[in-house]
């Protein structure tokens, strides 16, 4: 009875004037990108009406999967899983009611709300029908009322049942609306560079930016063999999970032990975490030229550690080419934590691989590095010699 179809809502792009067609085929390469991620390319069409977008033509036992895949794609603010039948004008509507009926059943068995209220809500675009929306919807909720125990309420209604008749004879019926990401197309913000750890709040800040249309390119420092290969695997499995909210994401993995072992030697070891995160801008800064992006993000939240407190990140932020975007800069850690738990990196995260910072970690950090003393202890290394040959033995994963 019916054909399935998801139909797609989307925000805000419809407040961007001008662009809005530059949004729209942003988030059309999007869609796509995840659902041929996810299903395989032609496993399913992707139609658009208008204002309107719609799945189709899928495998019906993969539409919980498709459904939460396309939650995460932002710039999309809402779904609905709609049937699609004739609208059988001439039969009183006959196959929208035999839509509507398992529809009301279900939300009837679901019982959640007590003395529930109810509307149908009729579009009629097909103007070959002449009963007007208001009949249709009046006929329509006789069915609703017959399967349920529903009370109707146009103003104050618990459920609307909405049935969507368009020019070609069509018609949509549907109950329910499944919030999404909401937010931008990922793309239409420029390119960032995030510092992405193994830990819990860099894949957030990535979820964060994205969010805003930005596409990331991810970059991280190991230091081989004091950090594993499975810390390396674990920032990897990271890097897969976020990137149904960011779309793809190259990672780079710098090799940092030898810039480590020099700052070990040669500085004093209050200023170990300063100068290593100097050299982590340093370099994400060269990277980030070679791969067009415009910013740096990182995971960092104000007094959070010693390395995040504003002199600390004046030191850091001084060695850096490009704005640095500090998504999480106010976030109590139980608010980054709820987050990773809703993108479902958390669980990663928190897996115990050891971390190229807290490898050489010194027992007292400075707190408030002095940007003069800082730069005068770096003087004992060969700054662009240790960038130029970290540089060199990047890897691409
Ligand atoms: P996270 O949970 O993201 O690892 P954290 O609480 O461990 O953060 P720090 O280790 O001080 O805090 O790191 C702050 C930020 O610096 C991280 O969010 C990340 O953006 C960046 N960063 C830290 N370590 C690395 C690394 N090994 N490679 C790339 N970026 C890193
Ligand atoms: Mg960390």
Redesign the pocket.
């Known amino acids: 009875m019916g054909k399935r179809v998801i139909i797609l809502r989307y925000g805000e792009i419809f407040l961007k004037g001008k662009n809005r067609s530059y949004f729209e085929s942003l988030l059309i390469k999007n869609i796509k990108y995840s659902l041929d991620k996810l299903l395989g390319e032609g496993k399913y069409s992707f139609n658009r009406s208008q204002a309107r977008y719609s799945v189709e033509d899928y495998d019906e036992i993969r539409e919980a999967e498709i459904v939460d895949r396309l939650t995460k794609v932002f710039g999309i603010h809402s779904l609905s899983v709609a049937v699609k039948v004739p609208s059988d004008s001439e039969h009183n509507f006959a196959a929208i009611k035999e839509v509507l009926k398992p529809l009301a059943e279900e939300l009837e068995e679901e019982n959640v709300i007590k003395n529930a209220t109810f509307r149908v809500t009729v579009k009629r675009a097909d103007k070959r029908i002449s009963m007007p929306s208001y009949e249709i919807a009046a006929e329509l909720a006789g069915t609703v009322l017959k399967y349920t125990s529903f009370k109707v309420n146009l103003k104050k209604f618990d459920y609307d049942f909405e049935v969507d008749i368009r020019e070609t004879g069509d018609a949509y019926v549907f109950s329910k609306v499944i919030p999404c990401a909401g937010g931008l197309p990922v793309g239409c913000s420029s390119k960032g560079m995030?510092?992405?750890?193994?830990?819990?709040?860099?894949?957030?800040?990535a979820y964060m930016m994205a969010k805003r249309g930005m596409k990331l390119v991810?970059?991280?420092?190991?230091?081989p063999p004091y950090?594993s290969e499975l810390a390396k695997q674990k920032?990897k499995r990271l890097r897969d999970i976020v990137e149904a909210y960011t779309t793809h994401m190259k990672l780079y993995v710098?090799p940092?032990t030898n810039i480590q072992l020099a700052i070990h030697e040669h500085c004093p070891a209050e200023y170990m975490?300063t100068i290593m995160?100097r050299f982590?801008m340093r370099i994400t800064t060269k990277l980030a030229a070679s791969q067009e992006c415009k910013a740096i993000?990182?995971?960092?939240?104000l007094g959070?550690?010693a390395?995040?407190t504003v002199e600390s990140m004046t030191s850091t932020e001084s060695c850096a080419g490009l704005p640095i975007f500090r998504p999480?800069i106010a976030f109590d850690?139980e608010e980054?934590m709820d987050i990773a738990k809703k993108i479902g990196t958390y669980d990663t995260?928190i897996e115990p691989y050891e971390?190229?910072?807290?490898v050489f970690l010194p027992k007292n950090p400075a707190i408030k590095p002095r940007m003069e003393r800082v730069a005068q202890a770096e003087q004992a290394l060969d700054i662009d010699a240790l960038v130029e040959e970290a540089m060199k033995n990047i890897e691409v994963l």
């Open positions: 995030l510092l992405l750890s193994g830990g819990i709040d860099s894949p957030v800040a991810a970059v991280h420092f190991a230091s950090t920032v710098v940092f975490i995160r982590m993000v990182t995971g960092e939240s959070q550690v390395s995040q999480l850690k980054t995260s971390d190229c910072c807290t």
